[in-house]
Every structure is written in structure tokens, then in C-alpha cells.
């Protein structure tokens, strides 16, 4: 009787593991089924979640000119999904004022992008992916948080403009950017630039240059390298002198120094004859000018013009030449006297 009692305990002890094991398996499996239908589901909701905005997307796109345009202004867009790959047929961005944080990598799927328009938004940087948009000729980021410019947007060969102004912390550009051949408009305004990068300088097709409201302390000596420069913006920087080889920017028209620290202008800028406009107003000149003969009825604007304009910098280079050579007679006559004085006593 004992052997069979052990015997049919060893028996229950078996039957017992297995039923254990048994149990375990099937709510392993069943685990294992509820997980594979919940990720069933989850991909099942994100592709519906994808055409939903994908859907959304579509709408937000227009022809216009014979271009493809996706427009979006004052909605919550602070990433871009994935799924607008499925439109990189699209020529140009419109995304104003969305809250977008960050420029997706996938951007350089999009090789037919014309224009890439993101201004005023959250964007804190340029992805180096943004080199492979060889065919954008329009890249707008004013209005954002971006503090560095990736080398890799060097290699945008078509890229015509560039407009970065109002970037938190953005004061310098890598010299890539440079290779840029046609790049012909630039805005820089409302940044902490303390000089004008070299790169700049050797855009060779620049022609429109703002830099106003940044911290510039002087400007380069060869900035006549410039030579399409026809344009350039200089308000509200720190400016105490100008180089004397801003003459020999033949093709500049439009010259705006207002509110700097100027103390003189160079008398070789008498011979600037294309230099159609120019501000010098708000600056601490050595000299106090005042243009005779203001036109009375003439409004407030063309006075101011006048006053601080181009013929303002002509008449002061020859007050300033007149009042010099009196100094510089005065002294003479002084050291003269001085002189005579000192033999009379011997």
C-alpha cells in the first residue's frame, strides 16, 4: 500500500507541474495575443491618425502660378509629421506663425522645394539635410530662435535669398556659405553681429545687404570687394568710423548710417556720384551742420531727408574741410606768435 500511495503521489506532483506549466503557457500566449492586437490597433490608429493628417495636410495645399504651395498661418504645428513626405511634390512652404519648433530631417525629400518659408516660429535649428535642396532659391527663417547656421546650407548652389533677421543669439556664419554665387538678397537686421562676416564680403553676386540693429563695432576695409552691392542697411549698430574704401563701392545707391557713433564722414565719399541716398541722422558728428535754405512747404520727411540725406554729407565734408583748414590756420598763427614772442625776448 505504501508503494502505491508514493506512486500516486508522484503521479499528482507530475499532473500538478504540468498544469502549472500549462496555465502559464496559455496566459503567456494569451499575453503574447492581447499585445500583437493592441499593436494591431496602435498601427491600425496611426495609419488612420496618418491619413486623418495627411488628409488635413492636403487641404492646406494650393496652385497658384503654375506653383505648388502649402500654406498653413496661425494653426498648432509644432512638428510635421512624417506622412507630408507623401507630398514632396510641393514647391513651396508658407508656415507662418504655427508654433513649429524644429525643421524635420526629411526635408530632403522635398528636391522640387523652391521656396522655404518659415518665419516668424519656434525654430531653433537648421538641419544639415537642408544642403540637399539643390534647387531652393528662397530661404526665410526671420522671426525664430535659430543662434547657427549649419556649412552643409553652403551647398544650396541656386539659393537667391536669404533673410535670418531676428534670431536670438545668431552672430556668425560658416564660410561655406560663401559658395553661394547667386545669392544677390541678404537680411541679417536684429542680431548680435559685431562685424560683417567674410563670407559676406565674398558673395559675389550680392546686391542687397541688411545688417541694422546688430552690434557692429566697425566695418571690414575691403568692403569694396562688394561690388554689385547696391544697398546696404547699417541702422542702429555701433559704428564710430567708416573705412575709407566705402568710396569705392561704384554700384551703391542707397547708404542708411542712422543711429551709430559716427564722429565724421570720409571726404572721399564726395566722389560717390551713383550714391542717390543716404542717413546719416542720429550720429554724434564732430561738426554741428545745418543745411541752408530748406524748402518751407516741403513736409516733414523731405526735410529730414535733406537734412541728413546726400546733400547734407556734401555740404558737411566741405564744412568740415573749411572749419579744419581754419584750425589748422589758427594753429600756425598761434605757434607763430609764440615764436615771435620768444625772439623778442631774446
Known amino acids: 500500500m505504501t508503494g502505491v500511495t508514493v506512486c500516486c503521489g508522484a503521479v499528482n506532483s507530475i499532473k500538478a507541474l504540468w498544469e502549472t506549466r500549462i496555465k502559464k503557457s496559455k496566459d503567456e500566449l494569451k499575453k503574447e495575443i492581447e499585445q500583437r492586437d493592441r499593436r494591431a490597433v496602435g498601427r491600425l490608429t496611426g495609419a488612420w ?12 495645399v494650393v496652385t497658384e502660378e503654375g506653383r505648388v504651395i ?3 498661418e496661425q494653426e498648432e504645428w509644432k512638428t510635421l509629421p512624417p506622412a507630408l513626405v507623401q507630398l514632396s511634390q510641393i514647391q513651396e512652404w508658407q508656415l507662418h506663425r504655427i508654433g513649429l519648433k524644429k525643421i524635420p530631417r526629411f526635408i530632403s525629400s522635398f528636391e522640387s522645394l523652391i521656396v522655404l518659408d518659415l518665419s516668424r516660429n519656434s525654430v531653433t535649428e537648421i538641419p544639415k539635410e537642408i544642403g540637399k535642396l539643390t534647387r ?3 530661404l526665410f527663417l526671420s522671426y525664430n530662435k535659430v ?3 549649419p556649412e552643409e546650407l553652403g551647398c544650396c548652389e541656386n539659393l537667391e535669398k536669404l533673410e535670418l533677421s531676428m534670431n536670438e543669439n545668431l552672430d556668425e556664419l560658416p564660410t561655406q556659405l560663401s559658395n553661394l554665387k547667386k545669392l544677390y538678397h541678404l537680411d541679417l537686421s536684429m542680431n548680435q553681429f559685431t562685424t560683417i562676416p567674410d563670407c559676406v564680403v565674398n558673395l559675389p553676386s550680392l546686391e542687397w545687404l541688411d545688417m541694422g540693429s546688430n552690434r557692429l563695432e566697425s566695418l571690414p576695409e575691403d568692403i569694396h570687394r562688394m561690388e554689385k552691392l547696391h544697398t546696404l542697411w547699417l541702422p542702429r549698430n555701433e559704428l564710430e568710423y567708416l573705412p575709407d574704401n ?3 563701392m561704384q554700384s551703391l545707391d542707397t547708404l542708411v548710417l ?9 571726404p572721399l565719399m564726395e566722389g560717390m556720384s551713383n550714391l542717390r541716398f ?3 541722422r542720429d550720429n554724434p558728428l564732430t561738426y554741428d551742420v545745418t543745411l541752408p535754405d530748406l524748402k518751407e512747404d516741403a513736409d516733414e520727411e523731405e526735410n529730414d531727408r535733406e537734412m541728413f540725406g546726400r546733400e ?3 555740404f558737411y565734408i566741405q564744412e568740415a574741410r573749411k572749419r579744419g583748414s581754419q584750425t589748422f590756420t589758427s594753429v600756425i598763427n598761434v605757434t607763430l606768435e609764440g615764436v615771435s614772442e620768444t625772439a623778442s625776448s631774446l
Not at 491618425?49 to 492646406?60: G, H, Y
Not at 542712422?258 to 570720409?266: A, T, V
Open 49 to 60: 491618425e496618418d491619413r486623418i493628417t495627411l488628409a488635413k495636410l492636403k487641404e492646406k
Open 70 to 72: 502649402l500654406r498653413i
Open 136 to 138: 531652393l532659391r528662397e
Open 147 to 149: 543662434s547657427c547656421v
Open 246 to 248: 566705402i568710396c569705392r
Open 258 to 266: 542712422s543711429k551709430n557713433k559716427l564722429r565724421d564722414i570720409p
Open 278 to 280: 543716404v542717413n546719416f
Open 312 to 314: 547734407f554729407m556734401h
